[in-house]
């Protein structure tokens, strides 16, 4: 346990008001879904209430692989790192769609929702993302073909094959379950950097009512049709530059649970003043969105792959979100090395070079990770 973390048992509930000057009470109404399970209410609350005391750290795969090792029960790199896992725990549907037995990143949907239930069960939250097929065109998430949103959407040419694609989701989500029999609750994350061009969702790849309609039609599909309640909803862009552009594609209030972007510091920033700036400005205007529209900002995803600077942690990314108040904040996975040259990782390993660095992040006052939410029965 964190030193940080034994405050709230040592401090009458009341004093801990008056010394933060903030109420600790939740004030968000209900989730997106009114017919949310009890633990997904619960959740809903909770992240708004955890918006005073820190930031939740995530990191995507983490319970799967890490850099040098797969599938070894109960390991993770930040638990080798810090001796905790994270808060938030991200894992990613791609190729459900299409009856694949492994997701895009070669990991078992079979070991993913053991993973799940794991991560639940140390009181976590999930996180999930789709990197979706084409419905269009069969090929991947990233072949933006003209006609692609139109097509999956009601009345369009490819709708019947997307709502077999949500089906599939629906079955996957409702067969995650709690130790009681309850639903594990989950952030359910579609169509993700919504900004950009790269996805066939994305940007100029369709209008903003087109987007705007995919994601009515896929939520209330799943809640409506599938009777899906477990799920809370998040919106997420790439890097953007106003308020107006963040909203362009916004599907409305009564859809929306969780707002927030992605930023890698590698494609999206030269340098670490420049990503303190970047996300230090989007995360101000991030922040001003949520509290108009009563919604949980966070850093969906995040990173800086191969972590060469070995103080990052604490003199760049620490500096970049501690002024802001964000949920959670979603490192990106750590699949490894090809070769020297080839590597994609975004969290530290047991010897990575701002492994050290990780630990100082991880004992800051303003980082929260596994024991320290699991103090916070975030399902109750
Ligand atoms: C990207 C990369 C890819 C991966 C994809 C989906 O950012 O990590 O290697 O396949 O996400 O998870």
Redesign the pocket.
């Known amino acids: 346990m964190k030193k940080k973390a034994c405050l709230s048992f040592f401090f009458p509930a009341i004093l801990l008001t008056s010394l933060t000057g903030k109420t600790q009470e939740a004030t968000y109404a209900l989730p997106a879904d009114k017919k949310a399970t009890k633990e997904t209410i619960a959740l809903y609350h909770n992240l708004e209430k955890l918006l005073n005391d820190g930031i939740m750290f995530g990191h995507q795969d983490d319970l799967a692989y890490g850099v040098g090792w797969k599938y070894e029960p109960g390991r993770s790199d930040i638990k080798d790192v810090t001796g905790d896992y994270p808060a938030v725990y991200g894992f990613?549907l791609?190729r459900l769609e299409i009856d694949q037995p492994v997701n895009?990143?070669s990991v078992p949907f079979d070991k993913m929702k053991s993973f799940i239930r794991d991560a639940y069960d140390r009181g976590g939250v999930i996180t999930l993302s789709w990197?979706l097929n084409n419905p269009l065109t069969g090929k991947t998430a990233w072949d933006p073909a003209a006609g692609t949103v139109a097509s999956a959407l009601p009345g369009g040419e490819k709708n019947d094959l997307y709502k077999s694609w949500l089906d599939k989701v629906a079955a996957f989500i409702l067969d995650l379950k709690g130790k009681h029999g309850e639903y594990i609750p989950v952030i359910f994350r579609p169509f993700h950097e919504l900004n950009g061009d790269w996805f066939w969702w994305g940007g100029k790849n369709c209008t903003p009512v087109e987007l705007k309609q995919l994601y009515q039609f896929t939520e209330s599909y799943l809640r409506d049709k599938k009777n899906v309640h477990n799920l809370l909803y998040a919106y997420n862009t790439d890097k953007f530059y106003s308020k107006e552009e963040y909203l362009k594609r916004y599907p409305g209030d009564e859809w929306v649970d969780v707002i927030g972007f992605d930023i890698y510091q590698a494609y999206n920033t030269a340098s670490n003043e420049d990503f303190i700036r970047y996300s230090g400005s989007m995360l101000a205007t991030l922040d001003s969105i949520a509290t108009d529209h009563k919604k949980i900002p966070a850093l969906t995803e995040f990173g800086y792959n191969g972590l060469k600077d070995s103080v990052w942690w604490t003199n760049t990314f620490l500096k970049a979100i501690a002024p802001y108040k964000i949920s959670y904040a979603l490192a990106?996975?750590n699949?490894g090395f090809t070769n020297a040259d080839h590597y994609?990782f975004y969290a530290p390993y047991k010897g990575q070079l701002s492994a050290g660095d990780f630990v100082e992040f991880y004992r800051n006052e303003k980082t929260l990770f596994q024991m320290d939410v699991a103090a916070k029965r975030l399902y109750q």
Request: aromatic letters at 12%; zero cysteines.
């Open positions: 990613e791609g895009l990143d990197h990106w996975r699949a994609e």
